[in-house]
């Protein structure tokens, strides 16, 4: 069911995107992480994409899965779409829906995840990992302009403190401690 053509651009439904295309998404993410978002604001019908690994280390790709340099800001906010696992996209290429999300994923935020006894637990820590991303940058935004400018080298750390329970505050106040005396 794929409603895009090469003339105009993606429209931001994960259901309209070729199972070709898809399916070459796959073999990208099995390589390089397990879980991927899709840049909203890319040219053409094919959108750039973001793989990212268990350690949130991630590699683009333009339209075409060749390696891509993304400009600032190209995925994040509302340029961005949700954030799937590769389960969740093998689904979509086979044809299948997403249980529980919107098909469009235009500008949303919204979650995409699998429900019922079927759920991997893969799927379980991809989007508590995404929370935990999510909250991190929000305080890192919101208060930039208190934090050193050397605070991102320790991003893992305050990561792994957060993965323990402790909130995006605590982890920062944390590294503060530990690293800027």
Do not use: C
């Not at 090469?6 to 070729?18: E, F, H, M, V, Y």
């Not at 750039?48 to 333009?62: C, G, H, K, L, W």
């Not at 949303?108 to 995404?130: I, L, Y």
């Not at 750390?157 to 800027?180: P, V, W």
Request: glycine share 10%; no cysteine; net charge positive.
């Amino acid at each position: 069911m794929n409603t895009t053509t090469k003339s105009k651009r993606w429209n931001g439904k994960i259901d309209t995107l070729a199972p070709e295309y898809l399916k070459e998404v796959m073999k990208q993410m099995s390589s390089y992480g397990e879980r991927v978002r899709f840049a909203l604001g890319a040219a053409g019908a094919r959108p750039y994409y973001q793989v990212i690994n268990p350690s949130e280390r991630t590699m683009a790709f333009d339209g075409n899965h060749h390696l891509h340099h993304p400009q600032e800001g190209e995925f994040t906010g509302a340029k961005v779409s949700a954030t799937f696992s590769l389960e969740q996209i093998e689904i979509v290429a086979a044809g299948g829906r997403l249980p529980g999300v919107g098909r469009s994923v235009s500008g949303s935020r919204t979650r995409a995840s699998s429900s019922g006894s079927s759920a991997r637990t893969g799927t379980v820590a991809s989007q508590k990992q995404d929370d935990i991303n999510a909250e991190k940058y929000a305080y890192f935004k919101e208060n930039r302009h208190l934090l050193p400018a050397e605070i991102s080298e320790y991003s893992n750390e305050i990561t792994s403190l957060m993965q323990g329970g402790i909130s995006a505050a605590d982890a920062f106040g944390e590294i503060l401690k530990r690293h800027f005396p």
